[in-house]
T-cell receptor
Framework: AQSVTQPDIHITVSEGASLELRCNYS??????LFWYVQSPGQGLQLLLKYFSGDTLVQGIKGFEAEFKRSQSSFNLRKPSVHWSDAAEYFCAVGGSYGGSQGNLIFGKGTKLSVKP | DAGVIQSPRHEVTEMGQEVTLRCKPISGHNSLFWYRQTMMRGLELLIYFNNNVPIDDSGMPEDRFSAKMPNASFSTLKIQPSEPRDSAVYFC?????????????FGPGTRLTVL
C-alpha cells in the first residue's frame, strides 16, 4: 500500500541551529516527492519537489531535500533555522500518471517550534 | 493568478443545518481535491475530480457529505445535515494533472464550526 511516514510529530530547535525533518515513503512506482509547509491559519505551500535527476533538490526559503531511493526517504533540511520557519511540514508522494488522476498521499505532518 | 479561491473562510452553524463550501480552482487546472484537516486525524483526502468527473470519493466520511463539480471553474462540498464532529478546516486544492507534474496548489481553507 502507498504510504508516507513522518516519524516526528513535533520538533523543537533553537534559532540558528540546523534542521532535518524525516520522511519515509512506500510507493510501488517511481515516486514524485513533495514537501509542503503550513503556517498557522494558512493553507499548504509547496517548499520543493523531486521528480527525477539530481537527488538533492533546492526549494524556497533556504530548504533542501535529498531523495534516497535505497532508504525510501526524502528528508528535508535547512542549515540555519529562522524563527519564521515555525510551522507544520508535510511530506507527500505521488506518481507520474501521464494523464491520470494525480493524487498525492500526505504524511501526518511534523510541527516545528523554534526557540529564540 | 489569484490562486485557489475558497469561500466562506469561516462558517459557524448549528447541528442539523446544511453547509455548502465553495471552491474555484486555478484556471487551466484539470484536477480538484477536497481535504479535511483536524487535530486528531490530520489531513484527509475526501474526494477528487479529474476533468470535472469524480474519480475517488472513498474518503467521504458518510452520505451526509456530497461534492459536485458542474464545470471546470467551480466545485462545492455540501454537508447535510451537519454534526459537531464535522468541525474542521476544509481545504480545496487544484493541479494540472497529466503533464508530468502533480503539484497541488492549496486554497486558504474554510474553517467550519458546527455547534
Amino acid at each position: 500500500a502507498q504510504s508516507v511516514t513522518q516519524p516526528d510529530i513535533h520538533i523543537t530547535v533553537s534559532e540558528g541551529a540546523s534542521l532535518e525533518l524525516r520522511c519515509n515513503y512506500s510507493y510501488g512506482a517511481t515516486p514524485y516527492l513533495f514537501w509542503y509547509v503550513q503556517s498557522p491559519g494558512q493553507g499548504l505551500q509547496l517548499l520543493l519537489k523531486y521528480f527525477s535527476g539530481d537527488t538533492l533538490v533546492q526549494g524556497i526559503k533556504g530548504f533542501e531535500a535529498e531523495f534516497k531511493r535505497s532508504q525510501s526517504s526524502f528528508n528535508l533540511r535547512k542549515p540555519s533555522v529562522h524563527w519564521s520557519d515555525a510551522a507544520e511540514y508535510f511530506c507527500a508522494v505521488g506518481g507520474s500518471y501521464g494523464g491520470s488522476q494525480g493524487n498525492l498521499i500526505f504524511g501526518k505532518g511534523t510541527k516545528l517550534s523554534v526557540k529564540p | 493568478d489569484a490562486g485557489v479561491i475558497q469561500s466562506p473562510r469561516h462558517e459557524v452553524t448549528e447541528m442539523g443545518q446544511e453547509v455548502t463550501l465553495r471552491c474555484k480552482p486555478i484556471s487551466g487546472h484539470n484536477s480538484l481535491f477536497w481535504y479535511r484537516q483536524t487535530m486528531m486525524r490530520g489531513l484527509e483526502l475526501l474526494i477528487y475530480f479529474n476533468n470535472n468527473v469524480p474519480i475517488d470519493d472513498s474518503g467521504m466520511p458518510e452520505d451526509r457529505f456530497s461534492a459536485k463539480m458542474p464545470n471546470a471553474s467551480f466545485s462545492t462540498l455540501k454537508i447535510q445535515p451537519s454534526e459537531p464532529r464535522d468541525s474542521a478546516v476544509y481545504f480545496c486544492a487544484s493541479s494540472r494533472t497529466g503533464q508530468g507534474d502533480n503539484e497541488q496548489f492549496f486554497g486558504p481553507g474554510t474553517r467550519l464550526t458546527v455547534l
